[in-house]
C-alpha cells in the first residue's frame, strides 16, 4: 500500500478524533485549566466548538497576554489524559451575548510531550516564598511555580544551577513563606534545567504537619489565581 495514503488516512483519522473529543469536552460543560505557553499564565475556562475553530472564554484580568500565534495547552478531563496544543488567530472576540471569547485554530493532532500533571500554581507574584536547601548553607531559592508534587525555582547564576545536576536527589529542603509556613521535604530531584530556573520534583517529608501546610497553601494559590483571573461563561 502507498506510505503516502496511509499518512494521509491516520492525518485524517487523527484530525477527526481530537475533533471528537473537543465536541465531547463542550457537551460536557467540563472546566480545563489552560496554559499559556512561553508564559507562566494558567487559568480556568470552557470551551466551544465553531466550524473549523475553538472558541474559548476569556476570563476576567487576562489583559492582553494573548496575541495572535500564541499557544494554548491544556489536559483534556477525561480517562484519555491526552494534551492538546491550540494556536490562537483571534485573541479578543465578543459573542452576540456580549460574552468575551478567543478563537483558536483546530489542531490537527494531539499533542506530544510530557508535562507535569499536578496542577500548577504561578507563584512569580510572591517574592517570600523560597525553596530553602540545607546543603547549600539554608540559601533561599525564589519559587516560581507550586505544585503538590513539584516546583520551579530560580538559579542566581550559573554556578549555581550546575550545582543542580539533573537527575540527583537532593536531601533535606524545605518550601518556605515568610515565618508563616514551613514545609519540610524528604528530598528534590532536579528533573529539567530551563534557563536561569530549575524544575524539579519533590518528596514532603511524613513527620509533622507538612502535608497540612503543603495543602493549605496550595487552596491559598487557587483562590489567589481565582481572584485574578475570573472565569466567565460563554
Known amino acids: 500500500m502507498n506510505p503516502i495514503t496511509d499518512m494521509l488516512r491516520f492525518t485524517r483519522s487523527t484530525s477527526k478524533a481530537v475533533e471528537k473529543a473537543l465536541m465531547a469536552l463542550e457537551q460536557s460543560r467540563a ?3 489552560v496554559e499559556i505557553e512561553k508564559t507562566r499564565i494558567r487559568f480556568n475556562t470552557v470551551l466551544s466548538v465553531r466550524k473549523s475553530a475553538v472558541v474559548v472564554a476569556k476570563p476576567e484580568g487576562l489583559g492582553r497576554s494573548l496575541q ?14 491526552r494534551n492538546l496544543r491550540l ?8 459573542l452576540s451575548n456580549g460574552s468575551s471569547v478567543f478563537l483558536c485554530k483546530m489542531p490537527k493532532k494531539f499533542a506530544e510531550g510530557a508535562v507535569r500533571m499536578a496542577v500548577r500554581f504561578d507563584t512569580t507574584r510572591f517574592n517570600n516564598l523560597l525553596l530553602t536547601v ?4 539554608g540559601e533561599g531559592f525564589r519559587i516560581l511555580d507550586l505544585s503538590s508534587g513539584g516546583c520551579k525555582f530560580q538559579c542566581p547564576g550559573t554556578p549555581t544551577l550546575k ?12 518550601i518556605q513563606l515568610g515565618d508563616r509556613v514551613n514545609v519540610e521535604l524528604e528530598h528534590f530531584i532536579p528533573r529539567a534545567h530551563m534557563g ?8 514532603i517529608s511524613l513527620e509533622g504537619p507538612n502535608a497540612k501546610y503543603l495543602q493549605h497553601l496550595l487552596i491559598s494559590l487557587e483562590k489567589s489565581e481565582r481572584e485574578r483571573f475570573k472565569p466567565v461563561a460563554m
Open 163 to 174: 550545582s543542580f545536576p539533573v537527575g540527583k536527589k537532593v536531601l533535606g529542603g524545605a
Open 134 to 137: 540545607k546543603d547549600k548553607g
Open 31 to 33: 472546566t480545563v485549566r
Open 68 to 81: 495572535v500565534g500564541s499557544t494554548i495547552r491544556f489536559t483534556l478531563p477525561d480517562e484519555s489524559g
Open 87 to 94: 494556536e490562537v488567530s483571534t485573541p479578543n472576540f465578543n
Open 196 to 203: 536561569s530556573a530549575v524544575g524539579c520534583e519533590f518528596k
